[in-house]
C-alpha cells in the first residue's frame, strides 16, 4: 500500500531563516505531488505542483520554492521566512484523475 | 477558472438533526472528492464520486453527484458530536487533470 510521509510535524523559526520541509511516498511511481499552504481557519491554497522529477510548476509566486530531486521526493524550502509564510503545510500525492493523499502537515510558525 | 462554492461554510447544528451541505463547480468534470479535516489534522478522504448520478454512503454520511447541474451534497443525518469537523469538496482540473481544486470548506459544530 501507499503511504506519505512528511515532516516535521511542527516548526517555529524566526523571520530570515531558512526553511526546508521534506516529503515522500512510499509504495508508488511516478506520483503527482503537491504542496499546499492552509492558514488558520482558511481553504486549502496550492503552492506547487510536479508531475516527474525535476519539474515543477508554481502556482502562486511567493517566498517558496519546491523541488523534486527523486521520483518521490518533494522538498519545500526558502531562503529568507517572512511572518506571512506562518500556517499549516500540506504534501499530497495523486494520479491522473484521481483523488489526492494527504501527508500528516507541518505547522509552521514564524516568529 | 475553475471555481468549486461550498455553503455553508459554517454550520451549527444539534445532534439528531439532519442537514445538507452543497458543493457546487465551474467546469465539466465527472468526478468529485469529499475530505474530512479535524481541527489542527490532515484531510482524510471521504468519498469519490466518479460518475453522474453516483451515491456512497457511509455511516451518517451521503455523497451523491449531479455532473449535468455540477452539483454533489454531502448529507448528514442525525448528527453526532463526532462528525464535528471542516468538510472540503474537490474536483480534478488542470490540463491533465490531476490537480485538486478544493473548495473553502464547511466547518460543522454538532452541538449536544
Known amino acids: 500500500s501507499q503511504t506519505i510521509h512528511q515532516w516535521p510535524a511542527t516548526l517555529v523559526q524566526p523571520v530570515g531563516s531558512p526553511l526546508s520541509l521534506e516529503c515522500t511516498v512510499e509504495g508508488t511511481s511516478n506520483p503527482n505531488l503537491y504542496w499546499y499552504r492552509q492558514a488558520a481557519g482558511r481553504g486549502l491554497q496550492l503552492l506547487f505542483y510536479s508531475v516527474g522529477i525535476g519539474q515543477i510548476s508554481s502556482e502562486v509566486p511567493q517566498n517558496l520554492s519546491a523541488s523534486r530531486p527523486q521520483d518521490r521526493q518533494f522538498i519545500l524550502s526558502s531562503k529568507k521566512l517572512l511572518l506571512s509564510d506562518s500556517g499549516f503545510y500540506l504534501c499530497?500525492?495523486?494520479?491522473?484523475?484521481?483523488?489526492?493523499?494527504f501527508g500528516q502537515g507541518t505547522r509552521l510558525t514564524v516568529v | 477558472e475553475l471555481k468549486v462554492e461550498q455553503n455553508p461554510l459554517f454550520l451549527s447544528m444539534q445532534e439528531g438533526k439532519n442537514y445538507t451541505i452543497y458543493c457546487n463547480y465551474s467546469t465539466t468534470s465527472d468526478r468529485l472528492y469529499w475530505y474530512r479535516q479535524d481541527p489542527g489534522k490532515s484531510l482524510e478522504s471521504l468519498f469519490v464520486?466518479?460518475?453522474?448520478?453516483a451515491v456512497k454512503q457511509e455511516g451518517r454520511l451521503m455523497a451523491s453527484l449531479d455532473t449535468k447541474a455540477r452539483l454533489s451534497t454531502l448529507h448528514i443525518t442525525a448528527a453526532v458530536h463526532d462528525l464535528s469537523a471542516t468538510y472540503f469538496c474537490?474536483?480534478?482540473?488542470?490540463?491533465?487533470?490531476?490537480?485538486?481544486?478544493f473548495g473553502k470548506g464547511t466547518k460543522l459544530s454538532v452541538i449536544p
Open positions: 499530497a500525492w495523486n494520479r491522473q484523475n484521481t483523488e489526492a493523499f
Open positions: 464520486l466518479l460518475s453522474n448520478g
Open positions: 474537490a474536483v480534478n482540473t488542470g490540463a491533465g487533470s490531476y490537480q485538486l481544486t
